[in-house]
């Protein structure tokens, strides 16, 4: 990502020097072209409303403004002019706010003599090169650019059969679409063709091994976001010895890259990024020597990193970003003395840390993150002192935190998070202007050193998870004036200063504080004078309540989480502008307003987001919370709270999570749900009478439906299936009974992945349409299907992770699944009346881990389709009618750890292999035909016995997916390898520190992205 800055500028200088017009002429302009000019200034717009001159242009008012006819026009901005004849050769007019159209009889058009055009980051519209071919009648055009606007359409064949004589074509960032014409290939004088970014265009492989064979001048090529998956990879094979700069980025290119194009004697550039599908080798040998920046991020190559990079003693910047390479990282960059961008961020590598990568006198950038490099880094460095970003996280560095890292004079951000570096930290002898530290998730111990706090420049100091000890006290930190973020969570030895001396500072910049998982055993008065938005003072040993005085001083604050703590009540909240308050995991007791609200929901009512589960609370929800119009998230679980279920809580606008789960309500849910946002519904756990509330139908988002363990008494609601997020239902032991309705089998529930209805009255056979409907249970797992994230409007605080547990029961034990992976895919039918044959079709739901149709009434045998349940961990068809054998393909489910057959009427003997040698007698209990282990009955002599049906012939075609027989090869008999049972999570927002990652990442980026493409197209312009 970084590699292309400073390359690219680079390259583009070099565009631009052999494609510049000539300096301007002491002729005065002549007057048919000067009005030709003012003419063209008359027929378009100028908007500098237009967003591509917002972003890119800082030179202030569009220079074509300034045009008039009392001026020479060849000293007008933008235009240069013959030295000998004349006559307008050269028109810029880049971010100049253009709009409009170019009509056929524009007057510019008549400028015969112009060798070059920019009109480039303009707005101008039209289908210009398709219904305007006027343009190209420019006889004499040499070089034209019209990138950067928004026109529209094909690309003419005009084009290129009115100008054979073009060296440099630039159509890059516009709208045309559709196939390159082949025509192209005439082109046989460029030198420089750029098409990159053009909306929808594509190239076919007979148009691209045209251009390859037929361009013979070709130096520069740049074809980036230009859609070739018909291209065959061979055909860059053809192109010119001359190239020097080949740019094919996210191009969907496909196959292996040939090695023999890394070795083009006079190539400088080669940009192969963001084709995912492109695999190849980097070359042994013979690399082009000249070359000068190499960025093939975001491909599939693989195999090692060769040593003779050493070689390419000119090279600027290398990216292989994301790559499946393999091995350790060569140490041969010794002579490499040009490179200034260097990134082996996230390709698998291992080994130790090349020490002469750190000798390296240019570099800028530097990232080998997320790989498995490991061994300390070196005690002592000098020769960094042009280094700006240095990513170094998620790898397996250890030793000490040398003091060379802060005094390095351009490094602003400093990131060793994911390691394995100890204490304690060198104390840092001459700090430097190091504007982020992170530390986290290593094992730092000790005290944090004095001299760390000498860091003046420090905006964010990041040192959670270790080992740190010792007392924070509020004038170790007066010196950070420019600290916006501290975090020193789970650092279970380290403590916070409480004394009143803390209050003589002020932290104006502070606004967020996180303190999780220290000793902090008292509230805090350290920030009441800062601007605090966010504290997080969670796992800690806060006991009693907070009272009014240490409540002062906290207007700013936003987030408050103090969860996990020993708080029996609140006097007040800090500050009167909270929007997020987690107060779950404490001791509060007695009713919700006297507990914790106090009688302040007038003055919350800004909240989004309360969150006071698992606590003592009792007594009834007061209607006063319904006041609270903002809310995003009500979590009241796991408490003692009875009475009735207030109606308006089904009239929130913006509630997306209501949780009431594990209380003592009584009566019926209200039937007032308006809103469309709701996703989480859980109400499980309680003594809730009557019917499922049809007005639910309006929650279309609902994700999360968990009604189980009540009294509810009713049909199953067929309005169910018009819900189509729906992803997880529970109605376990309630009252519901009759048949699942035939319309159900026309309903929508293609998102379901866990469906729990047992311990009811349902009757009937199962329908196949709707075992027909369960999509997700019938494709790949995919954790995206059911997001670990939890999402609610207007809420971007919290640092913390919010789990929603869902009980089931599987493996025989009824489980909470609270964890971090959303993969866990099941159907509990146990308990209820259902009858008749269990459908084949069941065999279809091939990401089922747990299947429970015991206690019923179905009869028959047991599917031979239900080998194709190869996720299946868990099946239960105890306590049936079933009867037949025991399919023989049921030793194909690899992973299934615990089987219950007992109580039926099965014969015959019981299959070997695999997994069926693990299981006891407990699963076969209760059916006096079988014979076989490991029961004692040993089966009669069976020969002349048919053998059981292979499994296609119950699912003609089926085929166990292939992603499962991966998954399957090479697991031997009697191994219990089952799945780990999937979770399912929700969170107030993604754990902080991953939203900060990728925030800077893309910060970072996108900051390069502008720099280089700005810069590139500067030098592009003459007359720039």
């Known amino acids: ?46 908007d500098c409303d237009f967003y591509y001159y917002n972003y890119y242009n800082a030179y202030g008012d569009p220079y074509i403004k300034s045009w008039n006819k009392s001026v020479d026009c060849c000293s007008w901005e933008g235009v240069k002019c013959d030295n000998v004849t004349g006559h307008v050769i ?87 679409f559709g196939l390159i014409p082949h025509q192209i290939s005439v082109l046989s004088s460029l030198v420089s063709l750029d098409l990159s970014f053009l909306s929808d265009l594509r190239f076919d492989g007979q148009g691209l091994d045209l251009l390859a064979r037929n361009l013979t001048k070709l130096r520069n090529l740049a074809l980036n976001g230009v859609h070739m998956s018909d291209v065959a990879v061979t055909s860059f094979l053809n192109l010119s010895s001359s190239l020097e700069h080949l740019s094919l980025s996210y191009c969907q290119l496909h196959g292996e890259f040939p090695t023999q194009v890394f070795q083009l004697p006079n190539l400088k550039v080669l940009d192969l990024s963001g084709n995912e599908n492109l695999a190849g080798y980097l070359p042994n040998k013979n690399w082009s020597s000249g070359l000068e920046l190499l960025d093939l991020s975001y491909c599939g190559f693989s195999g090692s990193i060769p040593t003779s990079f050493g070689n390419l003693t000119q090279i600027i910047s290398i990216d292989l ?37 750190f000798n390296l006198t240019k570099i800028t950038y530097l990232d080998l993150s997320n790989n498995h490099l490991e061994g300390p880094l ?16 998620n790898n397996s560095i250890s030793g000490r935190v040398p003091s060379w890292l802060f005094t390095l004079p351009s490094l602003p951000f400093l990131d060793l998070s994911y390691n394995k570096l100890v204490g304690p930290i060198d104390r840092i002898q001459k ?96 920030f009441q004078t800062s601007d605090l938005e966010e504290l997080d003072l969670s796992n800690n040993m806060i006991s009693g309540g907070i009272s009014k005085w240490e409540a002062e001083g906290w ?160 049909r199953f609601p067929c309005w169910l299936g018009s819900l189509p997020g729906l992803q997880v239902l529970i109605l376990k032991f309630n009252r519901f009974y009759g048949s699942l309705p035939h319309s159900i089998a026309s309903s929508n529930f293609s998102a379901l992945r866990i469906i729990d209805l047992s311990g009811n009255k349902f009757t009937g ?83 089922l881990q747990m299947l429970n149709f015991s206690h019923n009434n179905f009869i028959g045998s047991i599917p031979a389709s239900f080998g194709n349940l190869v996720a299946l961990e868990s099946l239960d068809l105890s306590s049936n009618k079933l009867s037949g054998r025991i399919p023989s393909q049921m030793t194909k489910l690899t992973f299934l750890e615990v089987l219950n057959l007992s109580n039926n009427n099965l014969v015959g003997p019981i299959p070997h292999g695999k997994q069926f040698d693990t299981f006891n007698n407990d699963s076969y209990i ?33 085929k166990i997916p292939f992603f499962w027989q991966v998954v399957m090869m090479g697991y031997g008999s009697g191994v219990v390898l089952g799945l780990s049972l999937g979770y399912i999570v929700f969170t107030t927002g993604r754990p902080w520190w991953f939203v900060k990652k990728v925030e800077r990442y893309w910060q970072y980026n996108f900051t390069r992205w502008v720099r280089r493409n700005r810069a590139g197209r500067i030098a592009l312009h003459p007359t720039s």
């Not at 404490?586 to 919700?592: A, H, S, T, V, W």
């Not at 029961?935 to 020969?943: A, R, T, W």
């Open 378 to 393: 070196p005690s002592h460095v000098s020769e960094l002192q042009l280094l700006e970003e240095l990513w170094l996280y």
């Open 321 to 357: 970003f994301g790559n499946s390479l393999e091995g350790r990282i060569p140490d041969v960059f010794r002579d490499l003395r040009k490179l200034t961008s260097l990134s082996f961020s996230s390709c698998n590598l291992r080994g130790p840390l090349p020490i002469n990568i």
């Open 431 to 526: 700090p430097s202007s190091i504007q982020e530290v992170d530390l986290s998730y290593n094992n730092i111990g000790g005290s944090i050193p004095y001299s760390i706090f000498d860091l003046v420049n420090l905006t964010s100091l990041d040192l959670s998870s270790n080992n740190l000890s010792g007392v924070i006290k509020s004038d170790m930190l007066s010196k950070l004036t420019s600290l916006e973020v501290l975090d020193v969570s789970s650092n279970s030895l380290l403590s916070l200063s409480t004394s009143g001396n803390d209050m003589n500072y002020s932290f104006s910049h502070l606004t967020t504080v996180r303190f999780s998982g220290c000793s902090v055993r008292q509230f805090p008065n350290f």
């Open 765 to 847: 056979t199962l329908s196949m349409k709707l075992l027909q409907n369960l999509i997700a249970m019938k494709d790949r797992p995919k954790e995206w299907l059911y997001s670990s994230i939890f999402y609610y409007e207007g809420m971007s605080y919290g640092s913390g992770i919010y789990e929603i547990p869902v009980k089931v029961t599987t493996k025989r034990l009824e489980m909470e699944l609270t964890n971090t992976v959303a993969i866990f895919v099941s159907m509990d039918l146990s308990n209820n009346q259902f009858c008749g044959k269990i459908p084949k079709d069941v065999g279809q739901l091939i990401s």
């Open 90 to 176: 050269g028109i810029d007019l880049s971010d100049n706010c253009l709009g409009g159209s170019l009509l056929a009889n524009n007057s510019l058009f008549h400028l015969h003599n112009l060798q070059w055009l920019d009109l480039s980051s303009n707005n101008l519209e039209d289908s210009l090169l398709e219904n305007n071919c006027s343009l190209f009648h420019f006889h004499g055009l040499r070089r034209l650019n019209l990138a950067y606007n928004a026109f529209h359409g094909a690309i003419s064949t005009d084009l290129f059969s009115q100008l054979v004589s073009l060296t440099h074509l630039n159509l890059s960032y516009n709208g045309f």
């Open 926 to 958: 209760g059916n006096s035909g079988l014979c076989g282990l490991p029961l004692s009955k040993q089966c009669v002599n069976l020969e002349g016995a048919k053998p059981p049906a292979p499994l296609s012939m119950e699912h003609e075609g089926s």
């Open 555 to 714: 207007e700013s604050l936003l987030s408050l989480d103090l969860s996990h703590n020993f708080l029996t009540a609140l006097e007040r909240f800090p500050g009167n502008n909270l929007r997020f308050l987690d107060l779950h995991s404490n001791l509060l007791q007695g009713p919700i307003l006297s507990a914790c609200l106090n009688l302040q929901i007038p003055i919350l009512k800004e909240l989004s987001a309360i969150i006071i589960s698992n606590n003592k609370l009792t007594g009834n929800i007061p209607s006063s919370i319904c006041n609270l119009s903002l809310l995003n998230v009500l979590d009241l679980s796991k408490n003692s709270l009875s009475g009735t279920i207030p109606d308006c809580l089904g009239n929130f606008n913006y509630l997306e999570l209501l949780d009431l789960q594990m209380n003592n309500f009584i009566g019926k849910i209200p039937n007032s749900f308006v809103n469309n946002y709701l996703s989480h519904l859980l109400l499980n756990d309680n003594q809730l009478e009557g019917l499922v509330p049809s007005s639910l139908a309006n929650s279309t988002s609902l994700e999360l439906l968990n009604l189980g363990n009540n009294k509810l008494l009713d």
């Open 1 to 46: 990502m970084g590699s292309l800055c400073l390359v690219l500028v680079v390259l583009l200088l070099s565009w631009s020097l052999s494609s510049s017009a000539p300096p301007s002429s002491s002729h005065l302009c002549l007057p048919h072209q000067r009005d030709a000019l003012l003419h063209f200034k008359t027929t378009i717009s100028v």
